[in-house]
Each structure stands twice: as structure tokens, then as C-alpha cells.
């Protein structure tokens, strides 16, 4: 292979992973790797869905109810997308559909503001509290 | 350094090899991952958003296409990892991995640990990767080309890895500036991952409380991380950088699965890292009857370094050997 076409695939190659970052847009599969480089305060929103008994007592759903995979990016990224969507009771619902537990009645998809270090420190970390769409468990 | 990225050589049997280790890994991700990838015909349509490849496309691809493209790309891959008709089976199975991880990066969140590879896959298929250890080369007696060939295709894998790593640490720079390495943000990031995955009914690591309450650990931790990543164009200057390098991305790779339970398998499994090395020379310590019975073998390997007037370095150097 001449020279010349190795220098410029080398060049053509750099050029195109370097690309994202002087047009400062994260794309796939050139991008410019933003995941966990920016400043993160200790208070961190997060969106979940919630199951809540009869007695009102919050109780933790799996990954798996929550957004039928085993990955949390996917699942956060997902219900994070469906709320600013506007659709947040559909997904609601969809959960829901996926509850296997008698005990709870009905859904909540929210999102909890939460000192981080604080709740890994074992203390109350809850900050605020909203819920975007509460549906029924169908039994 | 541009002489080592320009003019390097390799025989055939080291882009074979990585053939076969991008080859295996891609295979064994797509087989895990498979409900996954075929779910993904099943997500709700208002939440695609094309990326990439995709980027021209507003709404899903169809359900057919998707499975059709699933199914593709595993009998592709085995294929390209056996090297039988590469000239078709590579292309194949690099055009359908970028679509599959393309596509399930389309519905809000863009997964950036799948780049590595599907950029490896997709260079694989431009070159000649299975001109030794492979069935094409069993079936016409293994042609032999320029090792320039080679060693370009080798280079070319480095560079996507270490740019990769720099452009990484670049950002850290650019959106996180000084307070990345010397503040508080690697902490909160690593209780920000606990936290999640606690409020998401998964387990966060059980060295994520310990770590934060001693936070003193890690702004030095954070510092090193950053270092590791600019400095990963040492990889290309020497075997000692070289594999003190690569046993430091490791390390940190080791590190943020252990503290966030954040995993990038390609990595992990060191698979991102075997073109920097010569693992024709691994393959004959591990496999000697594969290296014996096989047509192009370690032998031939020092025939093509003189003729391309290569000097032999003990135990392969950076990447692959330089030409000048």
C-alpha cells in the first residue's frame, strides 16, 4: 500500500473521531464522551416509578418492572425521555402491566430530588418529591 | 510518531488475531444481549430519535428489518470470526452491528460503551483481516500482501482507542474544568451512580458508602483517571508506555466497575487493547499445535519482517513495528 493512501486513511481516520468534538455534537458511533465529565452537585434529580401499598408505604420496583431491561441508563434514560414527552401515564401503565406483587395497588412515576452523599452517609437525603403520572395495578 | 502510525508493518497472523478477539467479543455481546436487540422492535415508536447512521430518521426502522438485522449480523460475525469470505461477511457484519448499536442508541440514550467495537468492526471489514488463521486462507493457501497493509489496519485500531480516551479526557476538561480532578465531582459522581441505581430497585456497590465517607481518596483517584486518558497517545511511542498504559486504562476501567458498577466490557476483557500488541506471538505460547498445523505461522512472521526490512523488537513493540 503507497504511502500516500496509508498518511491520508491515518489522516481521514483522526479526522472523523475528532470531528464530534470541534463540532461539539455527541452522536454514535464518533462522539465526544461526555458521560460523567461535567461538575455534579451533591443534589441529583432522578426519575423512578414506585409501587405504593395499601397503607401508602412506598415500595421499590426491579429494573426489570420498571423498564423491562437490566440496564439503568436505558431505564433512567427511558422514563426520563417519556416524562418530557408528556408521557408519563402511558409508561405509567406499562409498568404497572408488569407488577407482580399483590401487595402493591397502584404506580407512581416520579422524580426525587436526593442528597446523594447524604443518603450514602445513611442520612435523610430526601429533598422534594413530584409525581408525573399515578395509575392503578390491575389484580 | 507519525512514521510509527505511517510506515508500520505486521504480518498477517496479527490482524488475524484481532480479527478473531473483536470477532469473538462482538459475537458473545450481540448472543447476551440478544432479547435486548430484539426488544428493541417492540419500544415505543414516539421515543426514537435516529442517531448516528440513523441520524436521518424520525421514526423507527421496521420490525423486520431489526430482527432481519440481528440474525445477519450474528451468522455475519461468526463468519468474519472464522474469516470465511471476508470480503463479504466483514462488510456484512460491520453494517449491521453499526445499525443494530445505532439503533438502540436511538430511544434517549446514547450507550458509549458500544463505540469501541462497532468502530473496530467497521474497520475490520475494510481491510484484508483474513489472509491467515482463517478458512479463506486455508481454501487459497493464505495470500500475503504489502505488511504495511496489516500494520496500517493495526494502527488504525490504536488510533481509534487512544483518541477515543483523549477526547474523553478532553471533555472532562471542557465541561468539568480543574474542579474534575481537584474537587469534590468524582465522589458525587460515584454517589450519584450508587443513589440511582438504589432508587431504580438495583444494588448499588458496596464500596460506594465507604468510598464517600472517606473522600479524601478521590481527588487523587480523579487526577490519575484524567492523566491516564490524556496521556493515552503514549501508547504509540513504546512498549514500556505501551504496556504501562494499557495496564493503567485497565486499572481504571477495574476501578470505576468496582466503585459504580459501571462496566465497558470491550476493555475489561482487554479486547479494546489487543491491537497494540503482537498476539500472533501469545496465540503460538498458548496454542503451539495452532501455530505448528497452520500455514502461516510464527516462522513466516520473521520472513515478512526482513522483507519488509523491519527490525524484530523483543516481544512487539508499541502497536505494531515501524517501518523506518
Redesign the interface.
Known amino acids: ?1 503507497r ?1 500516500a493512501v ?2 491520508t ?2 489522516v481521514g ?2 479526522a472523523a ?2 470531528a ?2 470541534v463540532a461539539d455534537r ?17 443534589e ?1 434529580s ?1 426519575v ?1 416509578a414506585q409501587g405504593v401499598r395499601g397503607d401508602d408505604d412506598l415500595v ?4 426489570g ?5 437490566d ?8 422514563l ?3 416524562i418530557r ?1 408528556d ?1 408519563a401515564d ?1 409508561r405509567c401503565r406499562e409498568i404497572a402491566a408488569r407488577v407482580d406483587d399483590d401487595n402493591i395497588e397502584h404506580v407512581e412515576v416520579v422524580t ?1 430530588r ?1 442528597d ?2 447524604v ?3 445513611g442520612g435523610e ?1 430526601l429533598i422534594r418529591r413530584s409525581v408525573h403520572a399515578q395509575c392503578e395495578v390491575d389484580t | 510518531m507519525w512514521s510509527r502510525l505511517v510506515d508500520a508493518t505486521a504480518p498477517p497472523e496479527r490482524l488475524a488475531a484481532f480479527r478473531i478477539a473483536v470477532g469473538i467479543f462482538t459475537v458473545t455481546y450481540l448472543t447476551i444481549r440478544f432479547p435486548v436487540f430484539w426488544g428493541l422492535a417492540d419500544k415505543s415508536p414516539s421515543a426514537f430519535a435516529g442517531v448516528g447512521p440513523l441520524g436521518w430518521r424520525d421514526e423507527p426502522l421496521p420490525d423486520v428489518l431489526i430482527k432481519g438485522t440481528l440474525i445477519t449480523a450474528l451468522a455475519g460475525g461468526v463468519a468474519m470470526t472464522l474469516g470465511y469470505r471476508h470480503r463479504i461477511s466483514a462488510p456484512l457484519f460491520a453494517v449491521s452491528v453499526l445499525v443494530l448499536t445505532a439503533y438502540r442508541s436511538s430511544w434517549g440514550q446514547l450507550l458509549h460503551f458500544e463505540n469501541l467495537f462497532t468502530l473496530h468492526v467497521v474497520l475490520l471489514a475494510v481491510f484484508p483481516a483474513a489472509d491467515a488463521w482463517s478458512l479463506d486462507a486455508r481454501r487459497s493457501g493464505g495470500r500475503r500482501r504489502d505488511p504495511t497493509t496489516y500494520g496500517l489496519a493495526l494502527q488504525l485500531a490504536c488510533l481509534c482507542v487512544v483518541t477515543t480516551y483523549v477526547i474523553a479526557g478532553i471533555a472532562k476538561l471542557r465541561l468539568g474544568g480543574g474542579e474534575w480532578a481537584l474537587g469534590d465531582t468524582l465522589r458525587n459522581h460515584i454517589a450519584y451512580s450508587a443513589v440511582r441505581l438504589d432508587l431504580l430497585g438495583a444494588d448499588g456497590s458496596p464500596l460506594a458508602g465507604p468510598v464517600v465517607r472517606n473522600a479524601w481518596l478521590l481527588p487523587p483517584m480523579a487526577t490519575l483517571s484524567l492523566v491516564i486518558e490524556l496521556a493515552a497517545p503514549v501508547a504509540l511511542v513504546g512498549r514500556r508506555l505501551r504496556n504501562l498504559w494499557v495496564a493503567s486504562a485497565w486499572a481504571m476501567h477495574v476501578g470505576i466497575l468496582a466503585l459504580m458498577l459501571i462496566g465497558f466490557p470491550y476493555p475489561l476483557f482487554f479486547v479494546a487493547f489487543a491491537p497494540f500488541f503482537a498476539l500472533e506471538r501469545l496465540v503460538g505460547r498458548i496454542a503451539p499445535r495452532l501455530a505448528v498445523h497452520d500455514e502461516v505461522s510464527a516462522a513466516s512472521d520473521t520472513a515478512e519482517d526482513g522483507r519488509a526490512g523491519a527490525r524484530r523488537p523483543a516481544g512487539g513493540i508499541a502497536c505494531v513495528r515501524s517501518r523506518r
Open positions: 500500500m504511502r496509508r498518511s486513511a491515518v481516520v483522526l473521531l475528532v464530534p468534538v455527541d452522536s454514535f458511533p464518533l462522539s465526544t464522551y461526555p458521560m460523567y465529565a461535567r461538575n455534579r452537585s451533591t441529583v432522578f423512578t421499590p420496583l426491579s429494573l418492572t420498571i423498564g423491562d431491561s440496564d439503568p441508563l436505558v431505564v433512567a434514560g427511558e426520563r425521555a417519556a414527552r408521557e402511558e426525587e436526593h446523594t452523599v443518603r450514602l452517609e437525603s
